[in-house]
């Protein structure tokens, strides 16, 4: 009895996960929770949220700093709680798939023939004929395209079985995009950093990364140059990063220029451009001392440009100006007097002593990541696409019955009722075509 009652409590669980309204309501809750994670700023640090959300506002909800990090909501999408909802969900659409679609699929291909007039007359559609050949409402349904089926006196035909079908498919793309994005989430790492160009770097410090996640070790990468392409009124056009990638005995094995919409690619870790930034100057002063100076950005308006302090003595500076990478420096005294006009590698000389700038230093922005179900998520995306459209087509059905010299037709359709009408009518004009060709041959 025991045993029993368990069966049932498991059963009546599962029944619940499988209807319809249940799997309604959680994919609600699942897109009110990614409106929040798209709303609140996700993965900053706890100063960030102190700052935009303090304990005193005036919001309407009052959504402060502590109830963001005591829920998660810095990072809702990594949350036990939003896994929890995922699974769920999951679970639903796989018990809702094989209790409900799938045996729908099954009635589907079954040829259901209505051999009673009563059950005919219930359907909006329907019609009779006073004189009876199957053969010509055989040939006038398949001048319309429908598979037909003959049992004694009864047809049955159908056309559009795909639009039965499709939803299968729906609830499928939907599993395997879920499949794929808890497999990128369990599975997939990101890095992003700031790496000067000709450095080296590793793929370490990774700032997501799922649990089982696997950073490789024998991975090294190298910058080996960054170049920025400019328009005629000095916009930035794009940005260039050449990089290599070496074994752990540094040896080369791909290397690749890439840029904001050309990632490099390989063994299924993406390193995408996202970012730059100028450090700072490299100056030679005299013969042989080097000084690397920092660059402070400044914006004025739509204007950047970057802007450094070096000190001649106790009572002189210097103060170098880049607009861009690609052109001049500008040197101004300590009244703000424009006293040169550099380019890289020319040498001047300032209190007798030789002044060059030899390179402006700069770092590219990379961002590295791995997501082991990215295909798989693409794929459900493209079966889900495909399958919404085909579940527009109509799945519509015609019973026939036939009785002395009598032929009564009913029919119905899932969708699209106006075209189903006009195929039925169709069909009632070719069999009253060619019932009376064959009456008046026969005559």
Same mark, same amino acid.
């Given at each position: 009895?025991?045993?029993?009652?368990? /069966?049932?409590?498991?059963?009546?669980?599962?029944?619940?996960?499988?209807?319809l309204?249940?799997?309604?309501?959680?994919l609600?809750i699942?897109?009110?929770?990614?409106? !929040?994670?798209? !709303?609140?700023?996700?993965?900053?640090?706890?100063?960030?949220?102190q700052? #935009?959300?303090?304990?005193?506002?005036?919001?309407?909800?009052n959504?402060?700093?502590?109830?963001? $990090?005591?829920?998660?909501?810095?990072h809702?999408?990594?949350?036990?709680?939003?896994?929890?909802l995922?699974?769920?969900?999951?679970?639903?659409?796989?018990?809702?798939?094989?209790?409900?679609?799938? &045996?729908?699929?099954?009635?589907?291909r079954n040829?259901?023939?209505?051999?009673?007039? /009563?059950?005919?007359?219930k359907?909006?559609?329907?019609?009779?004929?006073?004189?009876?050949s199957?053969?010509n +409402?055989?040939?006038?349904?398949n001048?319309e395209?429908?598979?037909?089926?003959?049992?004694n006196?009864?047809l049955?035909?159908?056309?559009?079985?795909?639009?039965?079908?499709?939803? $299968?498919?729906?609830?499928?793309?939907?599993?395997?995009t879920?499949?794929?994005?808890?497999?990128?989430?369990?599975?997939?790492?990101?890095i992003?950093?700031?790496? &000067? #160009?000709g450095?080296?770097?590793?793929? /370490?410090?990774?700032?997501?990364?799922?649990?089982?996640?696997?950073? &490789?070790?024998?991975?090294?990468?190298?910058?080996?140059?960054?170049? !920025?392409?400019?328009?005629?009124?000095?916009?930035?056009k794009?940005?260039?990063?050449?990089?290599?990638?070496?074994?752990?005995?540094?040896?080369?094995?791909?290397?690749?220029?890439?840029s904001?919409?050309? &990632?490099?690619?390989f063994?299924?870790?993406?390193?995408?451009?996202i970012?730059?930034q100028?450090n700072?100057?490299?100056?030679?002063?005299g013969? =042989?001392f080097?000084?690397?100076?920092?660059?402070? /950005?400044?914006?004025?308006?739509?204007?950047?440009?970057?802007?450094?302090?070096?000190?001649?003595?106790?009572?002189?500076?210097?103060?170098?100006?880049?607009?861009?990478?690609n052109?001049n420096?500008?040197?101004?005294?300590?009244?703000?007097?424009l006293?040169n006009?550099?380019?890289?590698?020319?040498?001047?000389?300032?209190?007798?002593?030789?002044?060059?700038?030899?390179?402006?230093?700069?770092?590219?922005?990379?961002?590295?990541?791995?997501?082991?179900?990215i295909?798989?998520?693409?794929?459900?995306?493209?079966?889900?696409?495909?399958?919404?459209?085909?579940?527009?087509?109509?799945?519509?059905?015609?019973?026939? #019955?036939?009785?002395?010299?009598?032929?009564?037709?009913?029919?119905?359709?899932?969708?699209?009722?106006?075209?189903?009408?006009?195929?039925?009518?169709? +069909?009632?004009?070719?069999? +009253?075509?060619?019932?009376?060709? #064959?009456?008046? =041959?026969?005559?």
């Amino acid at each position: 009895m025991c045993l029993l009652n368990k /069966k049932n409590f498991i059963w009546n669980i599962i029944k619940k996960l499988g209807n319809l309204n249940f799997s309604i309501i959680l994919l609600l809750i699942l897109a009110c929770v990614s409106i !929040i994670g798209t !709303i609140i700023e996700q993965d900053q640090n706890i100063l960030f949220y102190q700052i #935009n959300y303090p304990i005193e506002n005036d919001s309407f909800l009052n959504l402060n700093w502590k109830i963001i $990090i005591f829920f998660g909501l810095d990072h809702i999408y990594m949350t036990l709680w939003f896994i929890l909802l995922l699974t769920l969900f999951f679970c639903s659409l796989i018990v809702c798939t094989f209790s409900r679609q799938l &045996p729908s699929l099954r009635n589907a291909r079954n040829w259901k023939f209505l051999q009673q007039t /009563k059950n005919l007359r219930k359907f909006a559609d329907f019609k009779v004929f006073y004189y009876k050949s199957l053969s010509n +409402i055989i040939y006038s349904l398949n001048h319309e395209k429908y598979y037909t089926f003959h049992k004694n006196k009864s047809l049955y035909a159908y056309k559009g079985l795909l639009g039965r079908i499709a939803p $299968i498919f729906v609830h499928f793309s939907i599993i395997l995009t879920l499949i794929g994005s808890l497999l990128g989430l369990f599975g997939g790492f990101m890095i992003q950093e700031m790496i &000067p #160009n000709g450095e080296i770097f590793h793929l /370490k410090n990774s700032s997501k990364a799922g649990i089982y996640s696997y950073l &490789p070790i024998d991975l090294i990468g190298r910058v080996d140059n960054f170049i !920025i392409e400019y328009n005629k009124d000095n916009s930035i056009k794009q940005f260039f990063s050449s990089i290599s990638l070496l074994n752990n005995k540094n040896k080369y094995i791909y290397s690749k220029q890439i840029s904001v919409n050309s &990632p490099l690619i390989f063994h299924g870790i993406t390193f995408y451009q996202i970012d730059w930034q100028v450090n700072c100057l490299r100056l030679k002063i005299g013969n =042989n001392f080097i000084v690397q100076q920092q660059l402070k /950005k400044i914006e004025l308006g739509n204007k950047v440009f970057w802007f450094a302090n070096f000190p001649i003595n106790s009572k002189q500076r210097l103060f170098l100006i880049v607009k861009n990478l690609n052109d001049n420096i500008f040197i101004y005294n300590s009244s703000g007097k424009l006293t040169n006009i550099l380019n890289l590698n020319e040498e001047i000389i300032i209190n007798n002593t030789s002044f060059m700038v030899k390179e402006i230093m700069t770092s590219t922005g990379l961002q590295i990541k791995t997501d082991p179900g990215i295909q798989i998520v693409y794929t459900g995306f493209f079966i889900l696409i495909l399958s919404i459209g085909i579940s527009y087509l109509s799945y519509s059905q015609i019973w026939i #019955n036939s009785y002395a010299n009598n032929l009564e037709l009913a029919g119905s359709t899932s969708r699209a009722v106006l075209k189903f009408e006009e195929d039925f009518i169709n +069909i009632q004009k070719k069999y +009253i075509i060619y019932t009376f060709i #064959n009456i008046y =041959n026969k005559k």
